[in-house]
């Protein structure tokens, strides 16, 4: 059965009162729809993860991992103090998390309240209103200018309403757009009173980060994953930066073992490995520049990207292609939903390798 179709089918309906109330925000919620399982050995283009696996580093860190080291709860001050070093902070301004996920959730604990307005662009990655709505916040969203174009003007009205939090992926999901370092100056300093969520999911592609500012900034957290360019999306590690007082706060709210112990080992070695992570980047950079030119040449519009991924417009029949390209084997996101019409598909680059196969798969499919 179908991811889906499984959780529909367990899942009691929300409509007929259950013998305990559900949360009136939970109640409303339009669930998150997982992902097909089933994608490994497919050619996963699809959630922008790592094409290829991580480095073999992390394989031989897990490996030496002992059975007493799995028995024991996480211990996290020594590898805290490690993974600050090697991204410039105090391990005061760091903290783990499940996943970039699972920090949303954080944030959305410590900081708003029921009724709060959470302020959002869209389209952008889908787990900031699912965890805003979850809190009990009034999402305000402020849609991207002809669907790719950020909207300045828009978030800084927006934001003199003194929203609680504002969420930014930079670059963003799903479409690649990235907000210089002057942009991102511009919309901080228009929040005073604003908790700024800077996620940088996938720096490594953009080069872009405010990582620097969080010292001087009473309104930053950064947030990093690595879910992407390291390719560690299953061991679920994300990490949060903050001036040391936000980052006490989230600390209160936190569960005492946000991420374990084997997490922990496999971003250790992730991290050690700059040439691994330096290559990848280099080879995905070059398949997504091969895959816009490839796209452009079928006489698809695609849009410009900063991360590991491109939004394409194949017009009319989008959709069907995702499918018939599923059934090759090849996963691709379709995104008609978020934008409103057929056509807009969001594909992960992967490598050059990779990038032919699909161009291939493409032009015989359409
Ligand atoms: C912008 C953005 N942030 C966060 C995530 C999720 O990160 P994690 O796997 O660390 O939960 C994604 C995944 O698609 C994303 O696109």
Redesign the pocket.
């Known amino acids: 059965m179908k991811a889906a179709a499984r959780r529909a089918a367990a899942a009691p309906q929300l409509g007929t009162p259950l013998a305990v109330p559900v949360r009136a925000s939970v109640r409303h919620l339009a669930p998150y729809v997982a992902p097909e399982e089933g994608r490994e050995g497919k050619l996963r283009l699809d959630?922008?993860e790592n094409t290829v696996g991580c480095s073999p580093a992390v394989l031989r860190a897990l490996r030496r991992m002992t059975s007493e080291q799995l028995a024991i709860y996480p211990e996290y001050e020594a590898a805290t103090r490690r993974i600050a070093r090697h991204f410039g902070v105090r391990p005061t301004e760091l903290l783990f998390?499940?996943?970039?996920?699972?920090?949303?959730r954080l944030i959305m604990d410590t900081f708003v309240e029921s009724g709060n307005t959470v302020l959002i662009p869209e389209p952008?990655?889908s787990?900031y209103r699912f965890f805003a709505e979850i809190a009990g916040a009034r999402v305000e969203s402020v849609p991207y200018e002809g669907s790719v174009r950020f909207p300045m003007e828009g978030i800084l009205r927006a934001l003199a309403l003194e929203p609680r939090v504002l969420c930014l992926?930079n670059?963003?999901?799903?479409t690649g757009t990235l907000l210089d370092r002057a942009a991102l100056r511009r919309i901080l300093d228009a929040a005073p009173r604003t908790l700024v969520l800077v996620?940088e999911?996938?720096f490594e592609f953009s080069g872009v980060t405010a990582l620097p500012w969080i010292r001087q900034r009473a309104n930053l957290v950064v947030?990093r994953?690595?879910?992407?360019a390291a390719g560690l999306?299953a061991l679920?590690?994300?990490v949060l930066f903050a001036r040391e007082d936000i980052a006490d706060a989230l600390r209160r709210a936190c569960t005492p073992y946000p991420v374990s112990n084997a997490a922990l080992v496999a971003a250790e070695a992730a991290l050690a490995d700059r040439g691994f992570l330096r290559r990848y980047v280099r080879e995905v950079l070059a398949s997504r520049e091969h895959l816009a030119r490839g796209l452009e040449k079928l006489g698809v519009r695609v849009f410009p990207s900063s991360?590991n991924f491109l939004l394409a417009d194949f017009g009319p029949g989008g959709s069907e292609l995702v499918r018939r390209l599923a059934r090759r084997g090849i996963l691709l996101r379709d995104r008609a939903g978020e934008f409103g019409r057929d056509g807009f598909v969001r594909i992960t680059a992967g490598t050059r390798v990779q990038t032919r196969r699909l161009l291939r798969a493409i032009e015989e499919e359409r």
């Open positions: 959630f922008n998390s499940n996943g970039v996920d699972d920090a949303l952008t990655f787990m992926a670059p963003n999901n799903p996620d999911a996938y947030s994953t690595l879910s992407k999306a679920r590690l994300g991360a």
